[in-house]
């Protein structure tokens, strides 16, 4: 099993949501977040004052999955939250050792 986290622009999450969706994947947690990258954020013009946006708003997807859907569920949220421009955000695959629903005691792949 593996864990997706997904830091991306917050204008998409509606169109990864129905990405990871149209795949099977209903399950996810979401999370507004403040993050910059390379572009260590930005400035912008205020009633004339100019101000440096260090941090820029994100939002994280947490995601867990199967093994065999993993490259589905990356190929969907890669295409659905690219806009082409600087800041579309990161993609994380981490392990997951262990899965336990908390109201049946159902455990790894059953418990996803």
Known sequence: MKYIIAIIKPHRLEHV?????AIGIEGMTVSEVK???????????YRGAEYVVNFLP???????TTEDMLDKA???IREAAQTGQIG???IFVLPIEKTIRVRTGET???AL
């Open 35 to 45: 993050g910059h990258g390379r572009q260590k954020g930005h400035t912008e013009v």
């Open 17 to 21: 949501r129905e990405a990871l969706a």
């Open 88 to 90: 579309d955000g990161k």
């Open 74 to 76: 990356l190929d969907a």
């Open 58 to 64: 994100k939002v994280k997807i947490e995601v867990a």
């Open 108 to 110: 790894d792949h059953d």
